[in-house]
């Protein structure tokens, strides 16, 4: 079963920016689509983006133009750039594939944008 890490949150102002990654325990290149998700305090945990294993994206109307998913199968590891971040995008960001269902849910990676 592949495991997921996720790194690189921290406490940024807004406008400003962060990638995140998701390292893989295994080969991600047979999981066709890899995904980042949010949960604010409070709320539900929401999708952000996914990407294919041909790099197609979708994301969420909210992150539109301020977000890029990117994914590199050799290195088995996910991003999340983050930019223009607003105080709206404070969370914990998990990644994970609907392949993995609840087993790929990782602790998370906390991101908080001071306005």
């Known amino acids: 079963q592949v495991q997921l890490l996720e790194s690189g949150g921290g406490l940024v102002q807004a406008g400003g920016s962060l990638t995140l990654s998701c390292a893989a325990s295994?080969?991600?290149?047979?999981?066709?689509?890899m995904g980042w998700y949010r949960q604010a305090p409070g709320k539900q945990r929401e999708l952000v983006a996914t990407?294919?294993?041909?790099?197609?994206?979708n994301y969420a109307d909210s992150v539109k133009g301020r977000f890029t998913i990117s994914r590199d199968n050799v290195k088995n590891t996910v991003y999340l750039q983050m930019n223009s971040l607003k105080p709206e995008d404070t969370a914990v960001y998990y990644c994970?594939?609907?392949?993995?269902?609840?087993?790929?849910w990782g602790q998370g990676t906390q991101v908080t944008v001071s306005s």
């Open positions: 994970n594939a609907p392949s993995l269902g609840n087993a790929g």
């Open positions: 990407i294919t294993r041909g790099a197609n994206t």
């Open positions: 295994g080969n991600i290149v047979r999981i066709n689509v």
